[in-house]
């Protein structure tokens, strides 16, 4: 069991910086692909970035990609995203979820733990 909790959103003007951390306890933290996910009102829960248990391996979503970066500290038990760019289309509430197998995956079907979400909103 890995419990997840989520940090650090707000209120921001577009063109500004955010940065998202996900905190975990419970079971070893380095053994999971973390993935951030984001659920804009009325719209499906879509892939943000997930980052591999080692650290080494990162993928994002094109609508982020070159703005939104994410990082491990396995130290701390905790993931980061920080944000930069941001968008009014960014504006979303954001998840981090805990994948206990290597292979890492853009599906949130296939990520077993969920942190509450934290609110993000960027206005224009």
């Known amino acids: 069991q890995v419990q997840l909790v989520e940090s650090g959103g707000g209120l921001v003007q577009a063109g500004g910086s955010l940065r998202l951390s996900c905190a975990a306890s419970?079971?070893?933290?380095?053994?999971?692909?973390i993935g951030w996910f984001r659920q804009a009102p009325g719209k499906e829960r879509e892939f943000v970035a997930y980052?591999?248990?080692?650290?080494?391996?990162?993928y994002y979503a094109d609508s982020v990609k070159g703005r939104f970066t994410i990082s491990r500290d396995n130290a701390k038990n905790t993931v980061y995203l920080q944000m930069n760019s941001l968008k009014p289309e960014d504006t979303a509430v954001y998840y981090c979820?805990?994948?206990?197998?290597?292979?890492?995956?853009?599906?949130?079907?296939?990520?077993?733990?969920w942190g509450q979400g934290t609110q993000v909103t960027v206005s224009s």
């Open positions: 419970g079971r070893t933290f380095s053994n999971y692909v």
């Open positions: 979820a805990a994948r206990p197998l290597l292979i890492p995956s853009t599906t949130p079907s296939e990520y077993d733990y």
């Open positions: 980052i591999r248990k080692s650290g080494g391996s990162t």
